[in-house]
């Protein structure tokens, strides 16, 4: 696995901090190389390395002759690591959530499996209903790292993105992996999105990691149906296009 050297992990983390916050709108032009790394007080090479991290990412294009810009509508692709919050904005959607539980609990084997730890370490399980619009359309269930911890602890229970909370921080979560299957919904699931237990839901599986290797987070979202639509190529990504 090749490793991002500190510079370019910060340079990614205040790039796309940048980016999510609003600062560079949809379509909008960033600043040239050197402008970034004069204002980010960056090595150019770290710079342009970050630059490359977020544009596999999807959240920003090169554009020959012209420089880079912020991506219009950026789908939310299995190949391209986009938030929840940040895939609804590019789509000019207000996306929103709600923390409903914490719980600070000893691994399970799956999940000491997963994050690289022990079963006698801590991790953080939180369970979130995510809004688009102010309506419940699925539920969030992250089991966080115990090196993010701390972080998450103090995240207040409105937050939007907490992808945006841990690139303040300075952790960036850079790739993961995803499946995708069909489940019925649970007790748990029926009360928070207000359907009938059993209702069919589609499932997304996930593990989330940073731009050293890190694990941060396993865990699962559940939508419901006719909220978003997933688009796959062999060849090529895997996007979620539109919401009805």
């Known amino acids: 696995m090749v490793r991002a050297d500190a510079g370019e992990i910060d340079a990614v983390g205040e790039l796309r901090a940048m980016v999510l916050s609003g600062e560079f709108s949809a379509g909008a032009r960033l600043p040239t190389e050197v402008e970034l790394a004069t204002r ?23 554009r020959r002759g ?24 590019g789509w000019g959607r207000t996306p929103g ?10 691994a399970t084997p799956r999940e000491a499996r997963l994050l690289g730890i022990g079963t006698a370490a801590q ?32 995240m207040p229970d409105d937050a939007v993105s907490t ?41 997304v599986r996930r593990e989330t990691y940073a731009a050293d290797g890190r694990p941060v987070e396993c865990g699962e979202d559940r939508y419901l149906p006719h909220t978003i639509s997933f688009k796959g190529q ?9 919401t009805r």
């Open 66 to 89: 012209s420089g880079w810009f912020v991506t219009s509508a950026q789908p939310h692709g299995f190949d391209r690591m986009i938030s929840f919050a940040q895939w609804a904005r």
């Open 163 to 203: 992808t945006r909370l841990l690139a303040d921080a300075g952790i960036v979560i850079t790739h993961g992996d995803h499946r995708i299957e069909a489940v019925a919904a649970s007790s748990e699931d029926a009360r928070l999105l207000h359907v009938r237990r059993s209702s069919p839901m589609l499932q």
């Open 40 to 62: 980010q007080g960056a090595s150019r090479g770290a710079v342009r390395g970050a630059l490359a991290a977020l544009a596999r990412q999807g959240l920003i294009e090169s």
């Open 123 to 154: 991790v953080l399980y939180v369970v979130r209903v995510r809004t688009l619009e102010g309506r419940e359309v699925m539920i969030e269930r992250s089991t966080w790292a115990p090196w993010v911890i701390g972080h998450i602890e103090r």
């Open 234 to 242: 062999a060849a090529g990504a895997a996007e979620w296009p539109d």
């Open 97 to 106: 959530g709600r923390v409903f539980s914490r719980e600070l609990r000893r």
